[in-house]
């Protein structure tokens, strides 16, 4: 039996790099909510998200699921996306660090 190795053309290498990015700013964001909320330094302010934390993580991954199926193929709108929530992670970062 011989192994094959399957190589990703350029194309299909960048929207599984722009979707692999795009789920790790999610995953960190949520991490960083969901320790933030819980130690009373703040308050989450999607409304969508607003209520208990099962929620928050389901509506998270709802979402993130909903973009990977429908948008990881549109290369702009991905950078777009993930620019944005880089921004937002950073920013809960520099939240967490300022009061900590």
Do not use: H, Y
Not at 24 to 47: K, W
Not at 72 to 83: C, F, H, K, P
Request: overall charge positive; charged content about 10%.
């Amino acid at each position: 039996m011989t192994m094959r190795l399957m190589r990703l053309s350029g194309l299909t290498q960048s929207i599984t790099i722009r979707t692999s990015l795009f789920v790790a700013l999610n995953l960190i964001d949520l991490g960083l909510t969901v320790v933030m909320v819980n130690a009373g330094m703040g308050i989450e302010a999607n409304l969508l998200l607003v209520g208990p934390i099962w929620k928050l993580i389901v509506v998270k991954l709802a979402m993130v699921s909903l973009v990977i199926c429908f948008l990881s193929s549109r290369v702009g709108v991905m950078r777009l996306l993930n620019v944005g929530l880089a921004v937002v992670v950073g920013w809960n970062i520099f939240w967490l660090v300022v009061m900590l």
